[in-house]
Each structure stands twice: as C-alpha cells, then as structure tokens.
C-alpha cells in the first residue's frame, strides 16, 4: 500500500472508525487470489476457488473468473456479494445496449461502467464490507487491429491500465513480484508465451502464492484441482478445460 491511496487515506477522515483497528488494516482485501497477464494469444486471467469468512474457509468451489459479454470479464477481490452484484449488473447492461443499440458498448464505456459502480459502491465501502478491487479484461471489437487489454481499479473507481499483468486480493504481492521478475529477465518471457506455457505459468503462479496466504487456494494436480483460468483473444473468451490443464501440466512436469 502506498501513501496517498485509498486505504492509506481512510484512517485520516471522519469514517476511520469504520476501519475495525489501528491504520486501517482490517480494510485490506483478504482471502483472494486474481490476475491477469498477456501473453502472445491474448489476455490470460486466472483465480482461485476459495472463499473465506475470518479465519473459516467455507467454499473452495468460488468461481471468481466472471465472463461480463463475449468480448470482456471481471475478476473478482473484495466482498463476494458486492462484486458477483456488480458483475451481473455490468452483464445485463452491456448486453441491453446490445439489442437496443444494435451493436457492442464500446471498450471505453465498458471501462467506464465498472468505475461508476465503484464509485457509487462507496457508502458500503466506508462501512466496512463492500471493498472491491477488481480487475478487468477487455478488447475493442470495432478497431480491426486493438489486442486485449488489463485494467484494474481502486475502491474509489479510478482505473488504470496495466501494461503487462495486473492482480488483486492477499496473494497478489507474491503474484507480481514473481510476474516483474519474469517479465524482466524470463525466457520466453509472459507476454511471448504460447498458451501451453502460459496456463501452466497461471497454475504455478497461484501455487506459489498459496504457499505463502493461508486465504488462497492453491493448484492441486493431484486432486485435479486447478486455477480458473480464461483465455481472451480477438475471437472471443475461452475457458481452458480439466482435461487442457491436466495435458499441460503433466508435459511440464515430464
């Protein structure tokens, strides 16, 4: 957390006592693991499966990886409720400009549609338990030659365009120091692998960070269990299937 940001502010106004403890800390988004990354077919957004409630897991089956249309999906951090809502407003939305329109809501308006619903999710926000952070991935489908972007947003709605990966909740500083480093000095680095290499990238990453968050579940091959895992690209969003996972990850680890 950095100064100047949403969570560093909240216990210098009148609402700090909604923070729960000393500096705020109660107000960091536990108990999620999501991002997302580019590699050489698209947009790769991976999460996943577990939900807690304090120190008690109760699901290990949350899907947090939210198609919104053909062309666009949401990660979810922060409280279950306010994001699944937030997705399936974004859902009906979208797809009721579609038909009254007769065509896509821009990638622009997209964008802007979650922030608002940030914006206006902040009462429950200062009270303590409607913190969102999501993260969003998206393409322009009217420009012929725009490749799939990553955003991800504040508690506020302010978005930021992520140049190479973006990610969200208690795993995530593990998840971006690992996804610096290989961007920096890997071989092939994220942005140029395939998707082989890049699924069984997403499922080692979110096992790494299970390693180290008690809040996130991890990728157990074993059990089959693996990461949610989305693939967009200009044709579309693809769901990468057990039967993908297990493939890739048994040739990784031949």
């Not at 729960?20 to 947009?43: K, N, P, R, Y």
């Not at 999501?134 to 955003?151: R, S, V």
Request: proline share 5%; with cysteine; hydrophobic share 45%.
């Amino acid at each position: 957390m950095m100064n100047g940001d949403f969570l560093a502010l909240l216990p210098k106004n009148p609402f700090s006592q909604v923070t729960g403890g000393a500096g705020g800390q109660d107000l960091m988004i536990h108990a999620t693991t999501v991002f997302a990354f580019q590699c050489a077919a698209g947009v790769v957004m991976a999460g996943d499966h577990r939900a807690t409630s304090g120190h008690t897991v109760f699901s290990d089956k949350t899907e947090k990886i939210l198609e919104l249309d053909a062309h666009s999906m949401m990660a979810i951090a922060g409280s279950p409720a306010v994001a699944f809502e937030m997705a399936r407003t974004l859902q009906t939305t979208f797809e009721f400009y579609r038909r009254s329109q007769l065509q896509s809501m821009s990638l622009a308006a997209k964008i802007r549609a979650l922030s608002k619903l940030l914006r206006e999710n902040l009462p429950a926000t200062l009270q303590g338990f409607g913190l969102v952070a999501p993260l969003f991935a998206g393409i322009e489908t009217d420009d012929p030659q725009a490749k799939p972007i990553i955003h991800f947003y504040d508690p506020l709605g302010a978005q930021f365009e992520a140049a190479n990966f973006a990610s969200s909740g208690s795993g995530s500083p593990t998840i971006r120091s690992v996804l610096h480093y290989l961007e920096k000095w890997g071989d092939p680095r994220p942005q140029d692998m395939n998707i082989e290499q890049a699924v069984t990238l997403a499922n080692r990453l979110l096992m790494t960070a299970a390693e180290f968050d008690t809040a996130t579940g991890g990728v157990h091959p074993d059990r089959r269990l693996f990461a949610t895992i989305k693939v967009l690209t200009r044709e579309g969003i693809r769901t990468v299937p057990l039967e993908e996972h297990e493939h890739f990850w048994q040739r990784a680890e031949a």
